[in-house]
Nanobody
Framework: QVRLAESGGGLVQAGGSLRLSCAAT????????MAWFRQPAGKEREFVAA????????YYSSSLKDRFTTSRDNAKDTLFLQMNGLRTEDTAVYYC???????????????????WGQGTQVTVSS
């Protein structure tokens, strides 16, 4: 069992920055990938970024890679998402996800992940 807790969301003006955190507890030694997804109101959940726990490699949505950065604090089993140059269209609930299984799903697919956090709201005002 892995538990995920996101924090750091809030209200920010367009052009501003936020850093989200996702603290993982429990059987974190079993984690192979972690990721960020987001879901705007009334829309489908979409991939933002992923972190390969073993290879320490990062992957991004092509439309966000110039503004968003994901990183890890090894000692604290925490994943971060640094978001710069925020736009109103970035408004969404941001979810952290973790995978402890190996399947054929790509890192940018929700089915790749078997644990999810409760989400944190990010609102960007104009």
């Amino acid at each position: 069992q892995v538990r995920l807790a996101e924090s750091g969301g809030g209200l920010v003006q367009a052009g501003g920055s936020l850093r989200l955190s996702c603290a993982a507890t429990g059987r974190t030694n079993d984690v192979n990938f972690m990721a960020w997804f987001r879901q705007p109101a009334g829309k489908e959940r979409e991939f933002v970024a992923a972190f390969n726990w073993g290879a320490e490699a990062t992957y991004y949505s092509s439309s966000l890679k110039d503004r968003f950065t994901t990183s890890r604090d090894n000692a604290k089993d925490t994943l971060f998402l640094q978001m710069n140059g925020l736009r109103t269209e970035d408004t969404a609930v941001y979810y952290c996800a973790a995978s402890t299984v190996y399947n054929r799903r790509s890192y940018d697919q929700m089915a790749r992940y078997n644990y999810w956090g409760q989400g944190t709201q990010v609102t960007v005002s104009s």
